[in-house]
């Protein structure tokens, strides 16, 4: 078990439950919603942990023990948990669904929380960027008192951060970062663009032309022929990192009627509110079946401007003028209350407690910048009435309370009205609750020679519910948000399980102590069935300095609500078609181009963005046409298994010295999973896999993906192994004062997965966004009031597919390279990185603690991710770099 306490945490930087355990060596890429490509996301300024690169719905988080409050998609969002009520922080790296049910799949996390304070203490933390954005500013109060007989904490704590601007910094400033500034851009911009114009204009069919800034967009003299030129870049308009306001309020206390009898009880409401924004909308009409008709008067090829051949046009135009907005208000309660206590029986002493708890999020979301179709299409049909003016509808069939909108024109030109009648106002409900009653006894049940036979049983029940609502409107289609179906379901579980600790030897040659664990959980749900999980654990002592240990666990992933309940949804996914000849696999990988061929496709097919233009990158485009997402009541869990051997070394000759040493391996079995876009197309023509190219359709005519359907189901497996390295030095103390070594480290020696038994095995390990190293060390010193903490934080060096220079070059370092089970696969180093880290504090005479600090010392920037393009970051930069230096003071007063 890796342990954090109060005190170290008070030592960095971070204001933040989530930041805290993301820079854990053993956490994957941070699940913090620094990304706004998740804007339309229900849980959009939540923060999540990726324990082992193995998913946020794979790890458990508890508090005191017990079940944090998840979302219906599984997932505990750690930005509701107060950072000054925590004591200390423990993470289970190994499986444990043993102990503790579905969920522990990759570890757990367990926050425990403040026990004993007397006083009052009063605390504030402000920290900007050295950009002067991103200001985070928390403040709490912490009251307690102890008696004899009882204990009670309160605390109350305020947060707010600044978001931070993508065009703020350099590498987010342009979608592929600065040294590709044309790359990634839009041709759906700020002025209409005609799609289907006269032959002659630009874009791939010749026949697209842009509107002349500030121009009358009803005179097609106006027009210029579209070029690269034209195109908008959105991270103009877009956050790199999001904004947020929390306020939070806990209370926790115990009372001990008597010796062998207490009552607790803890309570917690916390209220979020974050805002999100990305560019706005990029209207194409075509892909809603919106056209400007011949007849309209803001048609400038149309009948009303005199043409003698009049066509509807289909066009594009990005609604800048309102960016997307999303403002996500998230409250969560919790109670638990419980009885406690111990009873003497022959001799042994029985530790027991019943336990009830009660979590519940209730969460609003609202998203302005969306267009309601219904309106629009109303109001593009506009005809110049008798009286001079422009109306919606026909001659004598006028559409009242309508207003025209010259959707062509220019930001700023059509008017407040228009706006806001086209405009959508969206509003989305969800909620989830969790209900859980526990019962559990420990104790000795008799003497074996080497100690005492100890066990611990217990019984639980636990009963989740949840739905989402998405708005009325929004759930027809008829906006341009993605249309999703509500979710609404609930299930519940009881488990029972036991745990034996066996003293095996004692005080032998060798063998200083043996000790045997075995557990096991019955698991009774009421959706899918049983199962029943075992986990086995030895350690030995052969020494008294030099501990050996090894586990092996069963572990199970119960399907969420939202897997088994949640609707069919619209996605738009970022993808690269593997059968485009320039950036795609068939550029490359013989079979890959003769699969593509077969498929009905020539050797020159192109996969194109928005306006039908070829794409200019390996970051492929976004999908044109809606893509499914969706449910399976039929889900069946995952299963796995966790297998972990480790040496624990503290030699007495060196005091204040320990090193260990672990080897994992994980295992997960009937995977849950929609799989991506890309790893469908890939199945399909690199594996040769039916069932994957069954997944899609290809539009007859031009030969771009359609209708593909990456719904969930029980697929494949998935497999890591590595070690953790971890190791600290208390130095004897000095002249100089008192100084502590630190280092925490996780290698990974393989991380590979299967989508079906046809398809090919791909190996992950080293490729984005698995590091096969991350690094943490730490010098602490003291003197006196005096004390320093230097850390760093070491993010080993990854490949990734090539983007630029497919043939070799800065850009694609591997051209040639082969990867395992893939095949050949054009690859790119991405080099590694460092961000150092400094606090200094002081401890003034009148019980007051003052830091001054700053994360990324150096102002390092790490390496551009081209792959990160519309995956995990929005940005070609991993969300889990620095985006700036971090200057903060932090000061506490108790009182």
Known sequence: MFTIDRAQIEKQGFATVEDIINHLSSAGTASVNRSTVLVSNTYGGGSFVDMRNLGVVRTLVLVDGRRWGTDVNGRTDLATIPVSIIERVEVLKDGASALYGSDAIAGVVNIVTRKQFDGLQASGYVGQYDQGDGTTQSYDLTLGNTTEKSMLVFDASYQKVDPVWARDRDFS????????????????????VLVNGPTGGGGSSGRQWKLNPGADPTNFANYHPLSEGDYYNTNVQQMLAIGSERKAIFAKGRYDFLPGLAFRADALYDERVSNTQVAGYPLQGNSFGIVIDKDSYYNPLGSQHGYATPQSLQFTRRITDVPRVTDNNLKTYHFATGLEGYFELIGHTYNWDVNYLYNKIDGVKHLTGNLNLINVKQALGPFLDTDGKVKCGKPGAVIAGCVPWNVLAGQGQYGADALNYVLADIQDTYSATTKDYSANITGDLFELPAGALAFAAGYESRHESGYFRPDALSSTGNTTNNAAQPTNGKYSVDEFYVELSVPVLKDLPFAKSLDLSVAGRHSDYGNFGTTTNGKFGLTWRPIEDLLARGSYSEGFRAPTINDLFGGTSQTFDQYLDPCDAKYGLAATDAATAAACGRAGLASTFRQTDAAGNPIKSGGGAQSTTAFLSGSNRNLKPETSTSKTLGLVYSPSYLPGFDISLDWYRIRIQNLVSGVSANTILKDCYQGGDASACSRFQRNPTTGQVINLNRSLGNTGWEETDGYDLAMNYRLPETVFGLFKLSMDANYI??????????????????????????????????????????????????????????????????PNYVSPGTGKQPATRIGSVSFNDLQVHYNLPWKGVVAVGANNVFDRVGPMVYGANGNLSQYSYHPSYDIGRLWYVKYSQKF
């Open 173 to 192: 400033k342009y979608p592929f970062g600065p040294n590709h500034m044309n790359v990634g851009t839009s041709p759906v911009g700020p002025g209409g």
């Open 749 to 814: 020696s393989s991380f590979s997965h299967q989508t079906n038994p046809s398809a090919k095995v791909i190996q992950d390990n080293g490729w984005y966004p698995v590091w096969r190293i991350r690094a943490n060390t730490g010098v602490d010193w003291t003197y006196g009031d005096w004390g320093a903490t230097w850390g760093l934080r070491y993010y080993s060096s990854f490949k990734d597919a090539c983007r630029f220079d497919q043939s070799g070059g800065p850009e694609c370092s591997m």
